[in-house]
């Protein structure tokens, strides 16, 4: 009776292919995953690897890559109200600018499960920033000014029936839109200030940045690590901080 023989080519390329999947799998996981010193030193090699000499990049699926990176910075005035409208030269005590997105992505390195409170201050630049590019040029001079006081930063109280006479219909709903997310943006400032300052917080100053991403053969050059980038920025002038019920700050801190 004869044996049957083992087939011992398929078994080995069953076992090539096998080597194959893992390697793709883990240098798939290496080049998407959270950056690391490891994932650094193999860099090269997986760039060459999943980029290789065309370099198509995200493109074919997305044809409108992310190129920007964004922030969202803050000051706070910690003087007396009418301190504070005076400015700095009459001695208003004014914080240096805290670029509370930087800090809120230090939570995000190296974690691939951050949750959404690393990523408030993204949310609402991103929502911003369409909203305010959608004013005119003087719109944007108004909420660029200092509105200390209660006036409206357009000129007119958005629901009022001024308003309604100021501002055709497609400006009055851009206005609105724009008013809910600067609102939003001031609270958040307010919250990220009175975090280290406390009650002594009087007035908010609100920037938001656009940063352009290096091209890709920059990226990851150690000897250009702050290489050149355009900036843009959209300004909202000083406001009175916002105030929170106790359920609010409660829930925050």
Known sequence: MSKPRIRRMPAAVLAIVGLLAVGHIGATLAYTGPDTALKSSLQPALNRYFLGPLDQGWNLFAPGPYSQDEYMVVRACLSEFDVCAQGADAGAEITEWR??????????????????????????????????????????????????????????DLYSADAEALY????????????????????????????????????????????????????HDPEDPDSVRSQSWTNIGWRPAMEFDDEVTNAWT
Not at 113 to 126: I, N, P
Not at 189 to 214: F, I, K, S
């Open 168 to 219: 055709t219909p497609q400006q009055l709903n851009n206005l609105r839109t724009y008013q809910r997310l600067e609102d939003t943006a001031v609270g958040l400032g307010t919250l990220y200030m009175q975090q280290e300052y406390g009650d002594t917080v009087t007035l908010v100053e609100v920037r938001m940045m656009r940063e352009a991403v290096p091209s890709f053969d920059q990226r």
């Open 99 to 156: 670029n509370v997105t930087a800090e809120e992505q230090e939570a995000v390195l190296y974690n691939v499960f951050a949750d959404r409170e690393t990523r408030q201050s993204k949310v609402v630049h991103g929502r911003y920033w369409p909203a305010a590019h959608r004013l005119s040029d003087d719109q944007r001079d108004m909420i660029a000014d200092n509105h200390i006081e209660g006036d409206p930063v357009f000129g007119a």
